[in-house]
């Protein structure tokens, strides 16, 4: 039985940002939100899990201040959404803007961008792990965007359980959090480049990373070539690929985890046990992870009167 789970918000990580923000100024803002989201993922299940890596990579540069959105101007320095971390992987930017373009007609200048993709990620959760958690809103959208800070900032696939618990301390979050929130990875879909030096050595022949299980390695072998000819992708998780649930952790569990970054989890002694909790207690799991995403939906937000309110959310106004 699936059941919908809504976490309690830890008031002290969001105390720039308050429930029901837009309560007189917009009341049908996150229903407009809900709607066009609820819409995106009937017609491709993938655009869920798209929106909430958009929502994290957000955060994690420049905080949550909407500068994922912003397109490169011409002639310009490059931003945040053509480094090659986000393009061309990145997904999800027309549901913003849809919604975004929706809200505007009733409640011009008045519910931000960053605050739609928040919204949009839990819409997101809830829609595929019946994961509910209330977002405080009052984030306000960033006047810049720059390609460089991407690398110093996002994880790569390829670091190990220690760099990814450093990398997420630099932004609050605790080892169990960042365990947490990797259980995303159980839905949405990575291109093989990004993990295809687990599969072959440099001369394209044999498997390098021992803790893949073969059977799984064989699976991703016959789609990823090893000259690198193509770039397709495949399902972070290959046994609930459209579901939002705790079973990542069961397939990090048995040398299934498709990402350095995820089998590292289960190897690690640092963070093993936190996989293993997780792969037995699905609804705690389901917890935890909603509120992880509002704590990090409160990284170096910009309030009050710092930002703005973007009229459109891939330029500032």
């Not at 819409?39 to 420049?62: E, M, W």
């Not at 306000?140 to 720059?146: I, N, T």
């Not at 690690?268 to 792969?279: E, I, K």
């Not at 389901?286 to 930002?307: C, E, P, Q, W, Y």
């Amino acid at each position: 039985m699936i059941m919908m789970f809504v976490p309690k918000m830890d008031a002290a990580v969001s105390s720039s940002l308050r429930m029901g923000f837009y309560r007189r100024s917009c009341p049908a803002a996150e229903s407009i939100v809900a709607r066009t989201v609820r819409r995106a993922v009937s017609q491709n299940p993938g655009i869920g899990a798209g929106l909430i890596r958009l929502h994290f990579h957000d955060c994690f540069v420049r905080g949550c201040d909407g500068s994922v959105l912003l397109k490169s101007l011409p002639g310009g320095p490059k931003a945040e959404r053509d480094h090659p971390a986000n393009n061309p992987g990145l997904r999800g930017f027309n549901v913003i803007s849809k919604a975004k373009r929706r809200i505007e007609r009733i409640c011009p200048n008045t519910v931000s961008c960053a605050d739609i993709l928040a919204f949009a990620a839990r819409d997101s959760s809830q829609i595929l792990g019946r994961i509910n958690y209330p977002v405080p809103a009052g984030r306000r959208d960033g006047l810049v965007s720059s390609f460089n800070e991407v690398t110093p900032n996002l994880p790569s696939p390829r670091l190990t359980a220690d760099q990814l618990i450093q990398n997420f301390a630099r932004k609050g979050l605790s080892a169990d959090e960042m365990v947490t929130l990797s259980g995303a990875h159980s839905i949405g879909r990575s291109r093989c480049s990004s993990f295809s030096d687990r599969l072959y050595n440099f001369n394209g022949t044999r498997a390098q990373d021992t803790t893949l299980d073969r059977n799984y390695a064989a699976t991703l072998k016959a789609t990823c070539p090893a000259n690198g000819a193509s770039d397709p992708t495949v399902a972070m998780d290959p046994a609930t690929p459209n579901r939002l649930d705790n079973t990542y952790y069961a397939e990090l569990r048995a040398g299934r985890g498709l990402l350095t970054t995820d089998q590292t989890l289960a190897e690690s002694p640092a963070t093993r046990g936190y996989v293993d909790v997780n792969a037995r207690y699905g609804v705690a799991w389901a917890a935890k992870f909603g509120r992880a995403m509002v704590k990090m939906g409160s990284i170096d937000v910009l309030t009050g009167n710092h930002g703005e309110i973007r009229r459109r959310c891939s330029m500032i106004n």
